[in-house]
């Protein structure tokens, strides 16, 4: 049950198909508005958004894709589960942002459907990257040595993790889950979800890789460690 989390289910069934592309390059259109990630959430059902370009700053909650393969970054809103969803042109979101980071996105204004959404999202200002890069090997050290202070430093982070692959498996749905080779017995485990299947489904043993996902004990402890719903990272 290492893939299965309620709340990344949610989220990507709430946003299903909703991602259209926008008419024309956002990245070179003026801003209508310029609004933070709390101002827009409170205004957002208002009309005369409709056909705009908006510009938000915010923190960055989550950045990952839906069932549908959209990719999206959350931007967080005080005592709200979901935030404002930004659909990003960009494949790759998490290459560019994690959660912690401040940022601002520009896109298109939709229609609310389960939380306020922006389309065609481009980044306008990231700053420095949030997301942790260490080795499989290193993280695994780390909590040889010390497994408190390494959850302490890293829990619920973004990290970029790169390593070999020692062994992987699927669940009937799909779901896969990546070994990477540590050289001591505290295993990293890298978890995707069976909505990104078509991204996971090329892995092979003895492959090396490089994976963005969340660093979490929910299903490791013990002699192991888990990164959950990752996703393959290229560029940067």
Sequence with gaps: MYYVVVVALALALAFTGCWKPAAGDVSKMEPAFNLTAEE????AADEKFKGKVIEL?????????????EAFVQLKVSGELLGVMCFTTDEQPWATAARGQKVRIKGLWA???????????????TGEYAAVRISAADLANEYAADPEAT?????????????EVASLDANEFKAVRLVLKTGNKVAVNCGFTAFDKDLSGAYEVGQTVRVFGEFSLNFGGGDSVDLNFCLPLSGK
Aim: aromatic letters at 8%; proline letters at 2%.
């Design 40 to 43: 827009f959430h409170r205004q």
């Design 57 to 69: 700053s915010g923190t960055v909650e989550d950045v990952s894709r839906n069932i549908s393969g």
């Design 111 to 125: 229609e609310v459907v389960f939380a306020p959404r922006l389309l065609s999202c481009v980044f306008v200002e």
């Design 151 to 163: 959850v302490k430093r890293y829990d619920k982070k973004h990290l970029v993790v790169t390593g």
